[in-house]
């Protein structure tokens, strides 16, 4: 692993997140490496916190991010330095904050070139961008989020979908901003596109082009060729675009993929718009053709570039997926609810949102659940969180009882041993809603063996399993009304996060967290603690 000190600063200005400037940074880093942010609090009004999203901090989750999970939120007007540990990722991954909402506005990219001496396993594009999507509300995102959770109800819709920090032409007087991306005929262009939104999956398309998949979040895959793609929450797609049209002005345009009613104000049905526009002299056509997109709740279209998504398996970036587990899993995703007094609340029928895993809504603890692990702190976290589901029923079923609303609320974990193969059965339910959640999960990249949509069955689905050439992600989105299979290996010591990147579920308790123990050689071994470690 190469070592290099780049020193990236970052002021966490609550300007941007109020304000919603669609503000970006990116960084940029050769694949391997230990790279330093520093980052300076300047908040005085709320803590945040940097999440390195897809980054799996080999050995070291003391600067993973979560708050609550890895450490304790930087106090305002201090300063905590943010080591970076790249590994094998190779592509393009993220960070953002993580601590309430201030991650609408707070991310930026992480980009990964190949090592040197090695290639992209494409043709050298000729160009490349960045395609950062968003979500972005008229008022402070924070208050959004602290009314949903005084009433109980969702949080309202965003006012406007983004693409790199702009709306685009079809929303009022944002004409004159919208992101143009200048292409010249018959070149090859990269675009790195990371779902930033809080909350909204997205179709994304661009007019008269296909898009050729080459890689998900900081791995590579085979080409796909599609003419759009959904890209959940958290993830990210490395495309390649031909510019091999007329030349002249194209829309690409994202709009939000949602199995909510379209009357409920439940979700954003704006569509957000940027321009390809090719160099050179001619009359563009006005409007732009805008691209075909699926219908706003079609769940087949949302699930094509996951049912098709293939990792190289080649000698180069083999794969190294788990043929046999050693750990298996069951966890149950719900939308769930807590009854109010006199239905007085605005969730539905009168109860509050809440959200769970394997019917546990995660109570975030006081003190960080690394630092009680390392340092034996009894009373902050449990360690008995099930490993199949505490209720068995027909969990895709169109009507469920309401008896099973209720979660429980409590700081449990999965304590993993060293090198321990584990795979996890992430399962959709109806209760309440019967919606996606791309889950994520913080240290280790995962193979994405199997998904189908009901019940998954423990005898039959197996049998279906990629084990030749799944794609390694860090989100993945359990379909509506379905499951996914992913499998990993345990190996890299620490506390990790794992949770929903749909904003609101995580607000509601959709996370939980696994404790991967040492192993018995040095180099197994977490590393110790930096000096600056916010204090709880
Ligand atoms: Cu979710």
Redesign the pocket.
Known sequence: MGHAALPVFYNVDPSHVRKQTGSYAQAFAKHGGVYKEQMEKVIKWREALTELHGVNMPRYPWTDGPEYITQCPIQPGSKFSQKIILSSEEGTIWWHAHSDWTRATVHGAIIVYPKNGTKYPFHKPNAEFLIILGQWWKSDVNAVRDEGLATGADPNASDALLINGQPGDLYPCSKSSTFKLTVDHGKTYLLRIINAALHEALFFAIAKHKMTVVGTDGSYTKPLTRDYITIFPGQTYNVLLEANQRPDHYYMAAITYSVAPKYRNFYDNTTTTAIVQYRGYYTPSSPPSMPHLPAYNDTNASVQVMASLRSLANAEHPCNVPLSTSTNLIYT?S?NTYPCINDSCAGANGTRFS?SINNISFHSPTIDILEAYYYNISGVYGDKFPSVPPLVFDFTADYLPLVYELPSSATEVRVLEYNSTVEIVLQGTTVVSG?????HLHGHSFYVVGWGFGNFDENRDPLRYNLVDPPLQNTISVPSKGWVAIRFEASNPGVWFMH???ER??TWG?ETAFIVKNGKHPEAQMLPPPSDMPPC
Do not use: A, I, R
């Not at 919606?435 to 889950?439: C, F, I, Q, R, Y």
């Open positions: 995703v939308v959200s919606t996606h959640h791309p889950m929903c990147h749909v579920h995580l959709m």
